[in-house]
């Protein structure tokens, strides 16, 4: 069992959980992550490591309310435990020497706060853009401003309601003009992913993409998360999930990700009518 | 018990006891054990039949070569426990391996009945037994020795060879990716052929042995093996398994309702996705289910489609059913069942439907051709005959490969498809990390795993305490 220290919530729907799992701590990387299964009955589900602390034995991992899963562990409070924490998985986030912008959208700023925070430890300058629908799905602001100068902090909102109204492409786009970077790291939905890619490939900057794909196992049994890339099957569990943004099938991945719409549907609804139950 | 002059006489006039199974046409809609097994009448007539050879061919037919005649001559006297202790000395899982061995490649296939008749039912009678733990003597334990001992993997190999070590005298600890033990015996093979309660027995057996048993450690990632033996681990035994599918490299292959059998099986078996949505784990269940290969892992595969719904549960072989490598009594099962076998074909493409997902397979037709390096007819294109078949899931069941974590272990030799090398004991290239089971040999049998285990033991114990 893994014990819940402390409980964070960002917004209506965005929570963060502070582990007891020395393991883990003592063997994370920036970009690697773990597999959850909340109980007994429970799924198992895959959460990029948001921060950890070898002396002190504990991992972080952010989630957003989405289905079953999340809605279960939103409800779960301090000194609760996670019945299994597996990791680290994946491969480490690869670095290279330059100038990066590190792009997050939505709850993909979780995965980007710690790559871009340790791409910036190792002595490289970093533009963090940061993209939300809304401003009540922006994350962790206070942790990148307080990394990241304001100059080097760009972020649009889809519908205007802070920082620059538009998408994650407008900032990328003008970093580009400038010539100011040199690789860009994305993580987010397929859609902001694809088009940081198309910037990129403009400007001919070299793109990692942090794919998503559904896991069962995470440990390269299954080929669940399996994704296309150049053209050919990769596990992103254990090769990736970090990949050349430029040669992902982003199609293949939307429809891999969509394939237990339906399915997630039925457990949430499940779930809340058991609540709901309980309640009367 | 009949006998002449005090010698006992073999039954030779009784067919072998049919299998007690439940009903093909109830079963098919659950997952309930297909084998009932033996009653204690049923196991005292098969008793009878064997003949107790001079030089019994069944113990060299079995892997590990258990005294067969000794322990059906316990099971005559009705002396059960007496019996048990004889197959524990030399496997310690008799009730797993009653169920998977493929017995008629193996000890049955040897057996001197069968060259005239039906062999003795040496797996039905050893799972009988098997199913009666509490009657085994407590094993002889050395006394603890003061080694420490890693196994990683709590696959068949991995707990035989924990189990023995246990056994003398050294203190095991056992690292396990999953949240839970025993390897394929849980999230491979299904419930209605293995019940998840008999490797849980067989796992609890050992933690009363003294072995440790570390659940959600993925060796390679949590620590290796310089951490180990920074650790005080004096030795590791290294059985990780073959669970990396092969792909078809046909295209579509990645097309929604696409699975591999892995997922497909680990879904149901270990994440009980049949019972959703009071498990979490969801499954697809279809109504038409294409299953490629010819296995024991395809059975399983399309076993489960069949449990979960599907009114066309179809294996696709590129060879005859005479070469399928599955145990004969999971085709016949099957076959009972209502799976329907389609005979030399070979995948050609995975067709999208409207909704984006798998709708149809194109395979190839097939005859046989000259026969291959492994003395089975290799199996040739019929040019021009190609067929589609309908399908909402497609299984791939064709095999697997080296698990990718055993590179990240330690700094051991592979070969080329990234198998540990590993001698005849089980050492690989570092004189303090032994190997066993699927991830030397490739994808084998549970029996030849559990058999790896064994003798990595002895040569642990050897090295370790001489």
């Known amino acids: 069992?893994?014990?819940?220290?402390?409980?964070?919530?960002?917004?209506?729907?965005?929570?963060?959980?502070?582990?007891?799992?020395?393991?883990?701590?003592?063997?994370?990387?920036?970009?690697?992550?773990?597999?959850?299964?909340?109980?007994?009955?429970?799924?198992?589900?895959?959460?990029?490591?948001?921060?950890?602390?070898?002396?002190?034995?504990?991992?972080?991992?952010?989630?957003?309310?989405?289905?079953?899963?999340?809605?279960?562990?939103?409800?779960?409070?301090?000194?609760?435990?996670?019945?299994?924490?597996?990791?680290?998985?994946?491969?480490?986030?690869?670095?290279?020497?330059?100038?990066w912008a590190v792009i997050?959208?939505?709850?993909?700023?979780?995965?980007?706060?710690?790559?871009?925070?340790?791409?910036?430890?190792?002595?490289?300058?970093?533009?963090?853009?940061?993209?939300?629908?809304?401003?009540?799905?922006?994350?962790?602001?206070?942790?990148?401003?307080?990394?990241?100068?304001?100059?080097?902090?760009?972020?649009?909102?889809?519908?205007?309601?802070?920082?620059?109204?538009?998408?994650?492409?407008?900032?990328?786009?003008?970093?580009?003009?400038?010539?100011?970077?040199?690789?860009?790291?994305?993580?987010?939905?397929?859609?902001?992913?694809?088009f940081s890619t198309l910037t990129a490939e403009k400007y001919e900057t070299p793109i990692t993409a942090s794919l998503n794909p559904i896991m069962v196992d995470g440990t390269g049994m299954c080929g669940c998360c399996r994704v296309e890339v150049g053209g050919k099957t990769k596990f992103a569990c254990v090769d990736g999930p970090d990949f050349d943004a430029t040669k992902v099938d982003w199609d293949d991945l939307r429809a891999r990700q969509a394939a237990y719409l339906t399915e997630e549907g039925q457990a949430l609804e499940a779930y809340e009518e058991a609540m709901c139950a309980c309640r009367r | 018990m009949p006998q002449?002059?005090?010698?006992?006489?073999?039954?030779?006039?009784?067919?072998?006891?049919?299998?007690?199974?439940?009903?093909?046409?109830?079963?098919?809609?659950?997952?309930?054990?297909?084998?009932?097994?033996?009653?204690?009448?049923?196991?005292?007539?098969?008793?009878?039949?064997?003949?107790?050879?001079?030089?019994?061919?069944?113990?060299?037919?079995?892997?590990?070569?258990?005294?067969?005649?000794?322990?059906?001559?316990?099971?005559?006297?009705?002396?059960?426990?007496?019996?048990?202790?004889?197959?524990?000395?030399?496997?310690?899982?008799?009730?797993?391996?009653?169920r998977v061995c493929p017995q008629e490649n193996q000890c049955e296939g040897k057996c001197v009945r069968g060259k005239k008749g039906e062999p003795v039912a040496?797996?039905?009678?050893?799972?009988?037994?098997?199913?009666?733990?509490?009657?085994?003597?407590?094993?002889?334990?050395?006394?603890?020795?003061?080694?420490?001992?890693?196994?990683?993997?709590?696959?068949?190999?991995?707990?035989?060879?924990?189990?023995e070590l246990a056994r003398n005298g050294f203190d095991v600890t056992v690292f396990e990716a999953f949240f839970t033990?025993?390897?394929?015996?849980?999230?491979?093979?299904?419930?209605?052929?293995?019940?998840?309660?008999?490797?849980?027995?067989?796992?609890?057996?050992?933690?009363?042995?003294?072995?440790?048993?570390?659940?959600?450690?993925?060796?390679?990632?949590?620590?290796?093996?310089?951490?180990?033996?920074?650790?005080?681990?004096?030795?590791?035994?290294?059985?990780t398994g073959a669970g990396l599918p092969k792909f078809l490299n046909v295209p579509g292959e990645n097309l929604p309702n696409v699975f591999f059998a892995n997922e497909y099986l680990t879904r149901v078996n270990l994440m009980k996705a049949n019972r959703f949505p009071e498990y979490d784990t969801p499954t697809k269940h279809g109504k038409r289910v294409v299953v490629f290969g010819g296995g024991n892992v395809a059975m399983d595969a399309v076993r489960t489609a069949k449990r979960l719904g599907a009114e066309h549960a179809i294996i696709c072989y590129r060879r005859t059913e005479a070469e399928m490598p599955a145990r004969r009594a999971e085709l016949h099962h099957a076959k009972a069942e209502g799976v329907e076998v389609r005979e030399l074909v070979a995948?050609?493409?995975?067709?999208?439907?409207?909704?984006?997902?798998?709708?149809?397979?194109?395979?190839?037709?097939?005859?046989?051709?000259?026969?291959?390096e492994s003395g089975r007819r290799r199996p040739v294109p019929i040019e021009g005959a190609v067929e589609e078949i309908p399908c909402d899931v497609a299984i791939s069941a064709i095999g697997t490969n080296a698990n990718p974590f055993a590179k990240m272990i330690g700094d051991i030799k592979l070969n080329k498809w990234g198998y540990i090398i590993a001698d005849e004991e089980g050492r690989t290239s570092d004189p303090r990390i032994w190997a066993g089971g699927d991830i030397v040999t490739g994808a084998a049998t549970v029996i030849l795993a559990m058999g790896a285990g064994k003798t990595a033991a002895a040569s642990i114990t050897k090295a370790l305490v001489g």
């Not at chain 1, 014990?3 to 020395?22: C, M, N």
């Not at chain 1, 070898?54 to 899963?69: D, H, L, N, S, Y």
């Not at chain 1, 003009?177 to 790291?185: R, S, T």
């Not at chain 2, 020795?145 to 991995?158: F, I, L, R």
């Open chain 1, 1 to 99: 069992m893994y014990k819940i220290l402390e409980k964070t919530q960002f917004s209506e729907k965005v929570f963060k959980f502070r582990i007891e799992a020395p393991e883990l701590a003592r063997h994370a990387h920036a970009g690697q992550f773990l597999m959850v299964r909340a109980n007994e009955t429970g799924e198992r589900v895959p959460f990029t490591f948001a921060d950890w602390n070898a002396e002190e034995g504990w991992v972080e991992f952010i989630f957003m309310v989405i289905g079953k899963t999340t809605t279960m562990l939103a409800s779960y409070e301090v000194g609760d435990s996670l019945q299994d924490v597996t990791g680290p998985l994946g491969q480490p986030t690869e670095m290279a020497p330059g100038t």
């Open chain 1, 104 to 194: 997050g959208g939505g709850v993909g700023l979780a995965i980007a706060y710690p790559v871009a925070r340790q791409f910036a430890a190792s002595g490289n300058e970093v533009h963090a853009i940061m993209g939300a629908r809304t401003k009540d799905l922006l994350l962790l602001e206070d942790q990148f401003r307080s990394v990241f100068d304001d100059d080097h902090v760009h972020i649009t909102t889809d519908d205007g309601s802070y920082g620059e109204k538009g998408v994650v492409t407008a900032p990328l786009e003008r970093l580009l003009q400038e010539g100011k970077v040199d690789h860009i790291f994305c993580v987010g939905p397929v859609p902001m992913m694809k």
């Open chain 2, 4 to 98: 002449v002059n005090g010698r006992f006489v073999p039954d030779m006039k009784s067919p072998r006891t049919p299998d007690n199974e439940e009903p093909a046409a109830e079963r098919a809609c659950d997952f309930r054990p297909v084998d009932k097994g033996f009653t204690k009448e049923m196991a005292l007539a098969e008793a009878e039949r064997c003949m107790d050879c001079k030089k019994p061919l069944c113990v060299e037919g079995c892997p590990v070569n258990i005294n067969i005649p000794k322990f059906i001559e316990k099971i005559r006297e009705q002396k059960f426990g007496e019996a048990l202790d004889v197959i524990r000395e030399d496997s310690m899982l008799p009730a797993i391996c009653g």
């Open chain 2, 122 to 163: 040496i797996g039905q009678l050893e799972r009988f037994l098997g199913d009666q733990p509490e009657l085994a003597s407590t094993p002889k334990m050395a006394p603890k020795n003061g080694k420490k001992v890693a196994v990683v993997g709590s696959g068949p190999s991995g707990i035989t060879c924990a189990g």
């Open chain 2, 181 to 239: 033990g025993g390897g394929v015996l849980v999230y491979g093979i299904p419930e209605f052929r293995l019940p998840k309660a008999v490797v849980k027995r067989e796992i609890d057996g050992l933690m009363d042995l003294g072995v440790k048993f570390e659940y959600n450690a993925v060796v390679g990632r949590i620590t290796d093996a310089d951490e180990l033996f920074e650790m005080g681990y004096d030795a590791i035994y290294i059985a």
């Open chain 2, 347 to 372: 995948p050609l493409e995975f067709v999208k439907g409207e909704d984006g997902c798998v709708c149809a397979v194109r395979v190839q037709k097939m005859k046989l051709g000259e026969p291959d």
